[in-house]
């Protein structure tokens, strides 16, 4: 089949979704319910929103639910998207599931650090099981850090973690989660190199800024909040960024101050992510950037158009901001947050 | 030839007879357990168990044995049989025969496992972990050859007072950071030697003993993998690998004498070891399946699936245990959509072997229709005609048939496409590529050779009309399974349904109006053209006024045009490109003669005869090996592309009764 042609149909299909998704409508709605019944009654009138309460099959309704089903939201979206691709390019749209997968993953490996139990954990899962490559269902009869590191023998992430102990994992969780992204990113780019130039240009410009606001926010949290070497920040960030190299990585891991490192980036990135942050009135930093970074990436993608496999990625990653926008709402209204107020904390303005 | 009808069974039984009646249903393997328990209400069917209840057997006080418990006692003691085993040098197999006929419990296969292991157990612990030992010298060893300088003696670094070393290993993209930024280090880092094993570098780091803390997190932040060498082994690499190698000599030795000490009772071991293993499998699973039942005051109940032909076989074993038992049998239908039943395709001496090219696609769903005979027969018909040879088709049936011992479906196959591929040659009238020119008694339906200006335009128009009729039977698969799936809307009026059909009728009849081959006026094809692009644009509402459904438009008019306008341009690209796709058939079956075209050229080139004769050989096992297979791989791919796309649903759950394993 020729990919190209396959496009009219992705497009179309990926259009109408993210109408659907994002109808202004249905998201004053959202922002006006009063409780979380009835907030979660308008996300199931929708229909996109809907597949995953579906797939999630929660029948109790609390925050905790709520949040669980919308987490699933883009699993299930990029599994539909899949039909709709073929040969190098379903390959590629599915190494975008491991995103759901290292997430789920990471939860496993904390609450065996934190030696919790692992009874209800495969509720919390988001990953794709039709696509997955780990055993899951076998992960969770490990008794340590250790156990399942061993059962992770044969996936792609055995290599970064198989020096990772309990001890390692609880006390620097970031060791975990940045190392798993690189194999997520090396995944995502072999994959890549295997499509047409126009594609995989497409993938460089994307998935590099994802890999540039990600590096930006590790560094960020590494020097303003952990007691990390600069060599050891600048070994952990991840490669393959659309405007920041591993050159100007290395300058904003070695930055003296927060200070210094925010006018770098305003410079690497020729825009200001942290201008809206809230976070030094809040002091909520962890949310915070990642929602500046995520808006971010929404007003970014939000006037592109892209007729290759941008379309697809553009969606799956707008999803993340979408997934991010409905949880801060499902949060806000439990606690009843002025709507003004709740306003601030989305990345899609409505 | 379908997929096989399903009946949902509820064995409703008394919790004392609990664990014979679960080792008869495990034993017997026809019954695939149930594990979609969420969905809702389906399965509920409380009225059996207290009918049971109240008709059978009266309350009473039933004491069940914690699965739980069970599970890690079983996984403990397979342990110790699989270490016991290991050390014994004895491959452990399941066997029903030992199962059914005894009635050994876990209490007695745990006595027994005991005494065992305190008459051997020491010694095959000691085996085991020498065997370990071994390996991991050899690892040690392995590693220390890859230094090329065997001389270097790390005695002496070690020995420094200001300075500490480390060897090991890093990832490759880890080497290209820690080059970019070698000059922020506070270690030296030098590349020592590779590993042939693991294809890794070998390094080894030197650090001021003050930044220790500092190196020891920056070597975790490159994945470094220390390569620690025991104290105990002296001297350069060269010296330490002759200890290594003295030392792998003494364990040798050990594990020898120490086999030799158990060798005796060896026999009686191994037949009770066998014993015991069968027993925890069993007993393992049993726990499983309680894990699964459910209770009731004095009942328990389990869910499995069955082969509508095999209710009679789990009864039979359940009898066999007990008559206070009550079986509530339900087919899918009952149960309503949610529930989702296993699939197992059931097909006749033919098809069989093509069952391996649909599950390579996906295993169909159950509420669908099996595509698997339609594939047989238009597979081999796609293959025969891009491949028709009575020769060649010979070599792969003599192939199918060698094969089909080892591999039965790959082996199935090759005769059939072998088969087809000679009868098509009779039609062609070729053997190994010779046609009636070179050997006028090979039988032939052509005139000529297929390459022969008057046959090609025929054969080409045939692998259009093969292609008409793959693609007819395609929509008529497509429309059945969504019509049986109650789907209105994809199956009348869908691009895969009635009106997709006569939009692709319509499409062929205007190109063949257009071309003048049946006189036809043009307007009459072009009428139902367009009436039936516009049925498939509006198929959401049409389907909804007919059905009485209300709002005609599921989601808002404009989004649902812009949509399905879309779709049917994709509909329009598609029709187009599925009916060229299978030009292709006609195209490879002139290839076919082609190519070999080109090796009689040759071999007429050849100054004698021997050389001739081994062109055509060369130009044959060329064609058999290389020509099969693209044509093997074109038949998949008209499959797959142009007609599965058309009706296959799949994501059907695979029927996997439970057994021991």
Same mark, same amino acid.
């Given at each position: 089949m020729n ?5 009219y149909a ?9 109408g659907?998704?994002l ?6 709605? =959202? ?7 009835k907030?979660t ?5 929708n229909?996109e ?14 925050r905790?639910s709520?949040?669980?089903?919308l987490?699933?939201?883009?699993t ?25 997968e290292?997430?789920?993953?990471s939860l496993?490996?904390r609450?065996l ?14 990953h794709?099981k ?7 269902d076998d ?7 250790d156990q399942?590191?061993?059962?992770l023998k044969?996936t ?10 309990g001890?390692h994992?609880?006390?620097?969780e ?11 990113y ?7 190199k295997?499509l047409d130039?126009?594609d995989f ?16 926010q ?15 920040i600048?070994? =952990?960030?991840?490669e ?27 410079g ?9 942050l809230?976070a030094?009135?809040? %002091? ?11 808006s971010?990436m929404?007003n =970014? ?5 892209? =007729? ?9 990653y707008l999803?993340?901001?979408v ?8 949060e %806000? ?10 306003e601030?904390y ?5 | ?13 008394s919790?004392?007879?609990m ?9 017997c393997? *026809? /019954? ?6 969420? !969905?809702?209400?389906?399965y ?7 009918q +049971?209840?109240?008709?059978?057997i009266?309350?009473?006080?039933h004491s069940?044995?914690?699965?739980e ?10 342990? #110790?049989v699989?270490?016991l085993?290991h050390?014994l040098?004895?491959?452990?197999k399941?066997d029903?025969s ?8 876990l209490?007695? $296969? ?18 085991n972990?020498?065997?370990k030992?071994?390996?991991?010298l050899l690892?040690?060893r @392995?590693?220390l050859?890859s ?6 003696d ?6 420094? *007072? ?6 090991g290993?890093?990832s490759?993209?880890?080497?290209a ?9 506070? $270690?030296?880092?030098?590349?020592i030697? #590779?590993?042939k094993s693991s294809?890794e570098d070998? +390094? ?20 470094w993998n220390?390569?620690t ?5 002296? @001297?350069?690499p060269?010296e330490?690998?002759?200890q290594?190698?003295s030392?792998?000599?003494?364990i ?5 004498v120490?086999s030799?000490?158990i060798?005796?009772?060896k ?8 014993k015991i293993?069968?027993?925890?499998k069993l ?7 309680e ?6 005051? !004095?009942?328990?109940?389990i ?5 509508? @032909? @095999? ?25 309503g959509?949610d ?11 033919? !098809?069989?072997p093509?069952e ?8 169909p769903a ?5 595509p698997?005979?339609?594939v047989?027969?238009t ?13 060649q088709?010979?070599? +792969? ?8 011992k080892?591999w039965?479906?790959a ?17 062609? &009238?070729?053997f190994?590529?010779l046609?009636?020119a070179?050997?006028?008694w ?16 025929m054969?080409?128009?045939s692998?259009?009309l093969?292609?008409?009729? $793959?693609l007819?039977? #395609?929509?008529?698969?497509?429309? /059945?399974n ?14 895969n349904?009635?009106f997709?059909?006569?939009f692709?009728i319509s499409?062929?009849? !205007?190109?063949?109006?257009?071309? &003048?081959i ?12 367009l009436?039936?692009?516009?049925v ?11 059905s009485?459904?209300r ?7 404009g989004?649902?045009?812009t949509e399905?306008?879309?779709? $049917?341009?994709?509909t ?5 490109s ?6 292709r ?9 082609g ?22 050989l060369? &130009? ?7 020509e099969?297979?693209?044509?093997l791989?074109?038949?998949l791919?008209?499959? +797959? ?5 058309k009706?296959?649903i799949g994501g ?9 394993s």
């Amino acid at each position: 089949m020729n990919p190209n042609m396959a496009f009219y149909a992705v497009n179309t299909k990926i259009a109408a979704k993210k109408g659907r998704i994002l109808k202004k409508e249905d998201w004053n709605k =959202y922002i006006e319910s009063t409780s979380v019944e009835k907030l979660t009654e308008i996300f199931k009138s929708n229909v996109e929103i809907n597949k995953a309460f579906r797939e999630s099959g929660i029948s109790s309704v609390n925050r905790d639910s709520v949040e669980i089903a919308l987490n699933k939201l883009k699993t299930v979206e990029i599994e539909e998207l899949l039909h709709y691709f073929s040969g190098e390019y379903k390959e590629f749209i599915r190494t975008m599931l491991m995103e759901e997968e290292i997430s789920d993953l990471s939860l496993v490996i904390r609450k065996l650090s934190r030696e919790e139990s692992l009874n209800e954990v495969s509720e919390r899962f988001v990953h794709s099981k039709l696509f997955t490559t780990v055993d899951f269902d076998d992960l969770l009869t490990s008794k340590d850090v250790d156990q399942l590191i061993d059962k992770l023998k044969k996936t792609p992430y055995y290599n970064v973690l198989r020096n990772l102990t309990g001890e390692h994992a609880l006390k620097r969780e970031f060791h975990m989660e940045m190392k798993l992204h690189v194999v997520l990113y090396n995944k995502i780019y072999e994959a890549a190199k295997k499509l047409d130039k126009v594609d995989f240009n497409a993938v460089k410009e994307i998935v590099g800024l994802k890999i540039d606001l990600l590096n930006l926010q590790w560094i960020y949290r590494a020097i303003k909040y952990y007691n990390i070497l600069p060599e050891e920040i600048f070994n =952990y960030s991840l490669e393959g960024g659309k405007n920041i190299d591993l050159k100007k990585i290395r300058k904003l891991c070695y930055s003296k101050s927060i200070k210094e490192f925010k006018r770098l980036a305003r410079g690497f990135l020729d825009y200001d992510i942290f201008q809206d942050l809230n976070a030094e009135k809040t %002091g909520d930093t962890e949310i915070d950037i990642n929602t500046a970074a995520l808006s971010y990436m929404f007003n =970014y993608l939000k006037d592109k158009r892209y =007729y290759n496999i941008g379309a697809a990625i553009s969606f799956i990653y707008l999803l993340d901001v979408v997934i991010n926008d409905l949880t801060s709402i499902t949060e %806000g209204i439990k606690y009843h947050v002025p709507k003004e107020k709740l306003e601030e904390y989305l990345a899609y303005r409505v | 030839m379908a997929i096989e009808k399903m009946v949902l069974l509820k064995i409703i039984g008394s919790p004392d007879n609990m664990h014979s009646m679960l080792k008869e249903l495990i034993l017997c393997e *026809n /019954a695939h357990l149930n594990m979609n328990t969420e !969905s809702n209400g389906a399965y509920n069917n409380y009225l059996a168990v207290h009918q +049971y209840e109240s008709e059978i057997i009266s309350p009473g006080v039933h004491s069940v044995e914690d699965p739980e418990e069970v599970h890690s006692v079983c996984d403990d003691c397979l342990d #110790s049989v699989e270490e016991l085993s290991h050390g014994l040098g004895i491959e452990l197999k399941i066997d029903k025969s030992i199962l059914s006929k005894n009635s050994y419990s876990l209490e007695e $296969a745990k006595q027994t496992l005991s005494k065992i292991q305190l008459s051997i157990g020491e010694r095959v612990k000691q085996i085991n972990s020498k065997k370990k030992q071994i390996n991991e010298l050899l690892e040690l060893r @392995g590693k220390l050859e890859s230094i090329p300088d065997k001389d270097v003696d790390f005695g002496k670094i070690s020995k420094l *007072n200001y300075f500490e070393y480390e060897v090991g290993t890093f990832s490759v993209e880890n080497k290209a950071r820690l080059k970019r930024n070698y000059e922020n280090l506070s $270690a030296i880092v030098l590349k020592i030697g #590779s590993i042939k094993s693991s294809s890794e570098d070998l +390094y080894v780091v030197i650090y001021p003993k003050q930044f220790k803390e500092e190196t020891d997190k920056l070597l975790k932040s490159i994945n470094w993998n220390k390569f620690t060498i025991p104290e105990k082994y002296m @001297g350069s690499p060269s010296e330490k690998i002759k200890q290594i190698d003295s030392e792998l000599e003494s364990i040798k030795n050990d594990i020898k004498v120490l086999s030799k000490s158990i060798e005796d009772e060896k026999e009686d071991n191994k037949k009770a070891l066998f014993k015991i293993y069968n027993v925890l499998k069993l007993e393992d699973k049993i726990a499983e399946l309680e894990q699964r039942a459910e209770f009731g005051n !004095s009942a328990f109940s389990i869910d499995v699936w069955v082969k509508e @032909g @095999g209710i009679e076989t789990v009864e039979k074993a359940i009898s066999s245990v007990t008559d206070k038992y009550r079986i509530s049998v339900k087919s899918e239908k009952d149960l309503g959509d949610d529930v989702t039943a296993p699939t197992e395709l059931k097909n006749n001496w033919f !098809s069989k072997p093509f069952e391996m090219i649909v599950k390579m696609y996906g295993l169909p769903a159950y509420k669908e229709i099996d595509p698997t005979p339609l594939v047989a027969v238009t597979f081999c018909l796609a293959f025969g005609i891009m491949f028709g040879d009575i020769g060649q088709g010979f070599v +792969y049936f003599l192939a199918g048939f060698l094969l089909r011992k080892k591999w039965e479906d790959a082996g199935g196959l090759a005769i059939r496409l072998g088969a087809s591929s000679m009868i098509f040659g009779c039609v062609y &009238g070729s053997f190994f590529g010779l046609e009636k020119a070179e050997l006028p008694w090979i039988p032939g339906l052509l005139n000529g050779s297929p390459l022969s200006p008057d046959n090609i335009p025929m054969i080409l128009v045939s692998g259009i009309l093969f292609g008409i009729v $793959a693609l007819t039977a #395609s929509y008529i698969l497509g429309t /059945a399974n969504s019509l049986k799936n109650g789907d209105i809307e994809q199956g009348v009026f869908g691009k895969n349904g009635i009106f997709g059909y006569v939009f692709f009728i319509s499409f062929i009849m !205007s190109i063949v109006a257009l071309i &003048g081959i049946i006189n036809i006026p043009m307007s009459v094809p072009i009428t139902t053209l367009l009436i039936s692009l516009v049925v498939l644009i509006l198929r959401q509402p049409i389907a909804n006024l007919i059905s009485g459904r209300r709002p005609l438009f599921n989601e808002s008019p404009g989004s649902y045009l812009t949509e399905s306008i879309f779709e $049917a341009i994709e509909t329009i690209l598609s029709t187009l490109s599925n009916s060229i796709s299978f030009v292709r058939v006609g195209a490879f079956a002139l290839n076919h003669s082609g190519l070999f075209l080109a090796f009689m050229v040759i071999s007429e080139m050849m100054p004698n005869m021997p050389l001739r004769i081994l062109i055509l050989l060369v &130009g044959n096992i060329l064609i058999l090996s290389l020509e099969g297979l693209i044509v093997l791989i074109q038949s998949l791919r008209l499959h +797959y592309y142009e007609m599965f796309g058309k009706y296959f649903i799949g994501g059907g759950v695979v029927f996997k009764p439970i057994k021991l394993s």
